[in-house]
T-cell receptor, first 109, second 112 residues
Framework: GIQVEQSPPDLILQEGANSTLRCNFS?????LQWFHQNPWGQLINLFY???GTKQNGRLSATTVATERYSLLYISSSQTTDSGVYFC???????????FGTGTRLKVLA | DSGVTQTPKHLITATGQRVTLRCSPR?????VYWYQQSLDQGLQFLIQ???????AKGNILERFSAQQFPDLHSELNLSSLELGDSALYFC???????????FGQGTRLTVV
């Protein structure tokens, strides 16, 4: 089955710093989502981005499906950005999203 | 609020028991997914339904079963519970398979 790897696994930032999180996948995908799991366990939708670039406030994401990766950019990080960031990919005919290994982010005040 | 409702939020039960977790999808969503997240682990896909029919199965134990009802709500049944079944169980829904999925708040199951 498809493998989804995220890097880095852990990241510690000072408030105000920028960061780039990466999601690599081993096969062609039809759909890709980014989620933030906050410290209370909630999974919050960030982007639904099968291809191209999207921006939402301080966050933006780019998926290059032909090269099998997606990037999540966080600018001017805040302590509320702390948590785990997951990408999840879906492939045609499988009817399921496969989650990546996650990036655990801690933003220090 | 994602619009996906899971009940109960917390559940503590003893080994060997059986529990039922319930999920109400967002209005209009026909596809429901179940995932398991053990402590500090990633999300493991269990099973997916579309308009009442099972469409995909992951690493779901034989002790676990699920179904989607005509009103589109879904239930995940866990039986003969073991300590290792303690986890956060998530339900998600999307209009159709692999469209944007939204997750419920999860049911935190503790088996003692």
């Amino acid at each position: 089955g498809i493998q989804v790897e995220q890097s880095p696994p852990d990241l510690i930032l000072q408030e105000g710093a920028n960061s780039t999180l990466r999601c690599n996948f081993s096969d062609s995908v039809n759909n890709l989502q980014w989620f933030h799991q906050n410290p209370w366990g909630q999974l919050i939708n960030l982007f639904y981005i099968p291809s191209g670039t999207k921006q939402n406030g301080r966050l933006s994401a780019t998926t290059v499906a032909t090269e099998r990766y997606s990037l999540l950019y966080i600018s001017s990080s805040q302590t509320t950005d702390s948590g785990v960031y997951f990408c999840a990919v879906g492939t045609s005919g499988t009817y399921k999203y496969i989650f990546g290994t996650g990036t655990r982010l801690k933003v220090l005040a | 609020d994602s619009g996906v409702t899971q009940t109960p939020k917390h559940l503590i039960t003893a080994t060997g028991q059986r529990v039922t977790l319930r999920c109400s999808p967002r209005s209009g969503d026909l596809s429901v997914y179940w995932y398991q997240q053990s402590l500090d682990q990633g999300l493991q896909f269990l099973i997916q339904y579309y308009n009442g029919e099972e469409r995909a199965k992951g690493n779901i134990l034989e002790r676990f079963s699920a179904q989607q009802f005509p009103d589109l709500h879904s239930e995940l049944n866990l039986s003969s519970l073991e300590l290792g079944d303690s986890a956060l169980y998530f339900c998600a829904s999307s209009p159709r398979p692999l469209e944007e999925a939204f997750f419920g708040q999860g049911t935190r199951l503790t088996v003692v």
